[in-house]
């Protein structure tokens, strides 16, 4: 059997959840380049007609990007500082 490609591709399904104006009137996900988002989109009216105003926000979620913050902070924390000799005959 043939994997399918999702690159470049998405789906964006009504929100039911909606109870704000400001929350989305549709909600999906989409595969850019190997790396997923989540899709957000408006209903608006404009000069030109009806139009649909998309937002894209990466999956990973701030915990995740928190321990990577944090593993690198650690890391570079816990190198050792060596003084250097000042070898500098002024």
Not at 31 to 55: F, R
Not at 68 to 83: F, G, I, L, W
């Given at each position: 059997?043939?994997k399918?490609?999702?690159?470049?591709?998405?789906?964006l399904?009504?929100?039911d959840?909606?109870q704000?104006?400001?929350?989305p009137d549709?909600?999906g996900?989409c595969?850019?380049?190997?790396?997923?988002?989540?899709?957000?989109?408006?209903?608006?009216?404009?000069a030109?007609g009806?139009?649909?105003?998309?937002?894209?926000?990466?999956?990973?979620?701030?915990?995740?990007?928190?321990?990577?913050?944090?593993?690198?902070?650690k890391?570079?924390?816990?190198?050792e500082?060596?003084?250097?000799?000042?070898?500098?005959p002024f």
């Amino acid at each position: 059997m043939t994997k399918y490609d999702n690159n470049m591709r998405g789906i964006l399904f009504k929100n039911d959840k909606k109870q704000k104006d400001s929350h989305p009137d549709y909600k999906g996900s989409c595969e850019i380049d190997g790396i997923e988002y989540w899709i957000s989109g408006w209903k608006k009216e404009t000069a030109k007609g009806p139009a649909l105003s998309i937002n894209l926000e990466k999956k990973q979620t701030n915990k995740q990007d928190n321990v990577k913050k944090e593993q690198s902070t650690k890391a570079y924390a816990n190198k050792e500082v060596k003084d250097f000799e000042d070898d500098i005959p002024f």
